[in-house]
Nanobody, 121 residues
Framework: QLQASGGGLVQPGGSLRLSCADS????????IGWFRQAPGKEREGVSC????????YYADSVKGRFTTSRDNAKNTAYLQMNSLKHEDTAVYYC????????????????WGQGTQVTVSS
């Protein structure tokens, strides 16, 4: 029901915008979180945006570089990623949460399919 898209190959310092589109549930009742998993590493939380969009949370590693937003009229959330670094390379997932608890996945109700982001020169 959730599908992340917008990944790709980008050079260090570049930008990408990921989208998370919903089909099949009441989008504006859920917070949307972004998570990522790099090869050989555990999944980590990247960001979370409240159901109404008024509150956002970020992992320290992406603060000041990534911005999450949402358009409830379009049932879509976004992750704008700027100043990308090699260490941002991962599969990125979006998820629907009952509420944001920082960038934790404690309240995830549904996971979306991931999209690969590769930062390489």
């Amino acid at each position: 029901q959730l599908q992340a898209s917008g990944g790709g190959l980008v050079q260090p310092g570049g930008s990408l915008r990921l989208s998370c589109a919903d089909s099949g549930f009441i989008f504006d009742e859920y917070a949307i979180g972004w998570f990522r998993q790099a090869p050989g590493k555990e999944r980590e939380g990247v960001s979370c945006i409240s159901s109404g969009g008024g509150r956002t949370y970020y992992a320290d590693s992406v603060k000041g570089r990534f911005t999450t937003s949402r358009d409830n009229a379009k049932n879509t959330a976004y992750l704008q990623m700027n100043s990308l670094k090699h260490e941002d390379t991962a599969v990125y997932y979006c998820a629907a949460l009952h509420l944001c608890v920082g960038v934790r996945d404690d309240t995830v109700d549904a996971w979306g399919q991931g999209t690969q982001v590769t930062v390489s020169s």
